[in-house]
């Protein structure tokens, strides 16, 4: 691969971000910031902060999507700084860790920025105050990458403990724990379809179902320390950069690894961005140059290649750029080899060799389709036989030679022999279907003897000919529970047509069901999902599609009806319905009220704070979240008294009353150490105090002043 544009910036990129409004961040390991155009890499603006990073394989730095803030390291790694880029001022400083701090996050929303220490400990501090909200749940060793969900709804962070902590923004509950890794978890990616990827410092890669908790797939082919993660457009390739300066490249519809090295650089990769507008990667290394170059490089060529008929030249260049498959130019090729193979395939049948030598000449310097070629002509070498055998009715021969040679299974001939075995098996099934028809039955079998595959069919059919009567039964009457109790004991049933037939029923009841559900009618892919929901193949899909379809509409009666608090609760349930109209509005006002609270629960004003949450008081989807705020509302508070010199013994009440609502959290052990230091007398201690939770928290313990 060549690149398209390089640029040289003396030291090492430590990150790259596209920001909302298209221009390229690209932040060194001394943290100058270089605004940038993605397409040309030529330089906009920037400013320095001169912040030293010598260590930068987790996120020393982070911007916010509309790169308005950004987050960083300090030199010795003691603290967390947040800055805002218009005014260059620092918001705030998180020196709470106990050892250094190891990563930053600013959320996609550009809610909270997140400092991550080698204590295992998550701090989340307001964006817009500077203060201190909330915690993640905590790690028992260094954490290594924080990641977000595109929407904003998940964070999750990965650990020297091998675990994976997901946690909710929406409802501020930890989701679960993942635990598959058998080393360090160093890197993570949050990609379509509610799915994480995760690496480890094995250079074990893992595909999470972020619903289910569970592995949907483990990548093969990582030989080397991945530095990087980074998606094309729509999530439709995956990119991995390594410390021995390669771009790994996967299909994320399959997770197939299209190339080990795509590309390869003669320096550590440390940053990687993708420009979705020009299809481009842009790659950042440790030696200091941003190189930026076109997945598709190539396409243009397969054009003139096709035109000129160069078969082989343009597998050529899809070797070399593996991604090239997926065009459309690619796609034509590939039809046509189908096309022109069938086709010498038929005159191969009708023993023209010359002519399928002349359609398959043009392929033949394909090495791939050379084998193709070269296989097919052997294998048609004993048609002829296998013609004659089957003219002659010596049907045991014939379909010997079809399975040495599988490739007969595909003419003419071949399902001409098999839609003469179905009628006869058919007539067979009649004859069985009469007590006095046995003989009649083996008669009409007789020019199968021999037949392997055959032979047991017949059997299974001559000698269990009531297992079968009531399989036809139970398909006339529509009792699927019955067949399929019978298929499971007697698999010779699904060798017959009937069970084609069945089958065939189902995908036509599927396909059906979801047109329906296109269409917004519901209540009748309802009724047809429940008849699905009997066939094996599709008992599990239709058993998440039923309690997807009943939550959305529960979800969509409950905004009609304006039962908000239910509407919430469903949206926690399927994620899917915040993405609805009527999802992103309430979502939209959760978000905008939730900011106005924010800004009176920095202030300590805690009955504003209520006023502008009492829409969700009464909301269990929304209780967490709530506690959350009002914790740092009184925190605040707490905060503010000692600052103005309130008495000890209310300082005290106000430390209990902390503890009694929301429990030991960070935030409070904080400020009892200040406490401590300024009435080295107090006789409280911490564990000793009666201890409550945000999640039993409840809006009848709101009150104006924790101090009261």
């Known amino acids: 691969m060549n690149f398209v544009t390089r640029k040289g910036i003396n030291k090492a990129v430590v990150l790259l971000k596209i920001v909302k409004d298209g221009r390229l961040i690209v932040v060194d390991s001394e943290t100058t910031i270089r605004f940038m155009k993605p397409d040309e890499l030529s330089l906009i603006n920037g400013f320095k902060v001169n912040v030293k990073h010598q260590y930068y394989k987790t996120n020393v730095v982070s911007f916010s999507n509309d790169g308005d803030y950004f987050a960083t390291l300090t030199t010795d790694r003691k603290e967390a700084y947040l800055y805002n880029n218009k005014t260059k001022k620092r918001i705030a400083k998180v020196d709470r860790h106990h050892g250094e701090v190891s990563c930053v996050g600013i959320d996609p929303l550009n809610r909270y920025m997140f400092s991550c220490g080698d204590d295992g400990k998550t701090f989340a501090i307001d964006i817009k105050s500077g203060k201190l909200v909330f915690t993640l749940p905590v790690h028992v060793d260094t954490i290594n990458d924080i990641v977000f969900s595109a929407n904003g709804n998940w964070v999750a962070t990965c650990s020297y403990d091998r675990k994976i902590s997901v946690f909710s923004l929406v409802t501020m509950t930890a989701k679960r724990k993942l635990k598959a890794h058998a080393a360090a978890v160093t890197k993570m990616k949050f990609i379509k379809e509610h799915r994480l990827i995760s690496i480890d410092k094995n250079s074990s890669a893992i595909i999470w179902d972020m619903y289910t908790g569970k592995v949907v797939e483990r990548l093969q082919g990582i030989h080397d320390d991945v530095r990087q993660i980074v998606t094309s457009k729509d999530d439709e390739f995956l ?414 009440k106000g430390i209990k009353n902390y503890m009694l609502h929301f429990g030991l959290q960070e935030q409070i052990e904080s400020y009892f150490m200040l406490f401590q230091n300024k009435y080295p007398s107090t006789k409280l201690t911490l564990e000793h105090l009666a201890h409550g939770a945000t999640s039993m928290w409840r809006p009848s313990m709101i009150v104006a002043s924790i101090l009261d």
């Open 239 to 652: 990119f991995l950069g390594t410390a021995l300066g390669y771009v790994l490249v996967y299909d994320l519809n399959t997770y197939e690894l299209l190339s080990p090295k795509y590309i390869k650089i003669a320096s550590p990769i440390s940053a990687l961005e993708f420009n979705d507008e020009k299809h481009q990667l842009i790659i950042g290394t440790e030696d200091g140059f941003i190189m930026s170059y076109n997945i598709y490089e190539g396409e243009e060529k397969l054009k003139i290649m096709l035109k000129n008929k160069e078969f082989d030249a343009i597998q050529k260049e899809a070797e070399f750029n593996p991604i090239l498959a997926y065009t459309q130019i690619y796609n034509l090729v590939s039809n046509f080899w189908e096309n022109i193979l069938a086709k010498a395939k038929i005159a191969l049948q009708s023993n023209d060799k010359a002519k399928a030598l002349l359609l398959l000449n043009t392929f033949k310097n394909v090495p791939s389709k050379n084998k193709i070629i070269n296989k097919t002509l052997a294998d048609y070498a004993e048609f002829a036989k296998f013609s004659k055998y089957a003219k002659k009715g010596k049907l045991a021969l014939a379909y010997s030679l079809c399975n040495t040679y599988p490739a007969y299974k595909d003419s003419k001939l071949y399902k001409a022999l098999e839609e003469r075995w179905k009628k006869t098996f058919i007539q067979a099934q009649k004859y069985v279907l009469d007590p006095k028809g046995i003989e009649s039955a083996k008669e009409v079998f007789k020019p199968y003897r021999g037949i392997s595959e055959k032979t047991k069919l017949i059997q299974e059919l001559l000698t269990q000919g009531e297992v079968y009567k009531r399989f036809r039964t139970a398909i006339g009457q529509k009792d699927f529970t019955i067949c399929f109790e019978l298929i499971k004991q007697h698999q010779f049933l699904k060798e017959f047509p009937e069970y084609e037939v069945l089958i065939n029923y189902a995908d036509t009841l599927y396909i059906k069901s979801q047109e329906l559900l296109g269409k917004g009618d519901t209540n009748s892919a309802i009724k047809m999902l429940r008849v699905l929901a009997v066939f094996d193949d599709f008992k599990e899909e239709v058993k998440i599609l039923m309690h997807d379809i009943e939550t959305k509409q529960k979800f969509f009666t409950a905004v009609e009806n304006e039962e908000y608090d239910k509407a919430y609760d469903y949206m926690t349930q399927t994620e899917d319905l915040q993405d609805t109209p009527e999802g992103q509005k309430l979502q939209n006002k959760w978000y905008g009220d939730l900011a106005k609270a924010n800004a009176y629960a920095v202030n300590g004003d805690a009955l504003n704070v209520r006023k502008e949450l009492e829409f969700y008081m009464k909301m269990s989807a929304k209780t967490t979240a709530i506690a959350t705020v009002f914790a740092w509302c009184y925190m605040v508070q707490l905060e503010d008294s000692a600052r103005e010199g309130v008495s000890q013994l209310a300082l005290e």
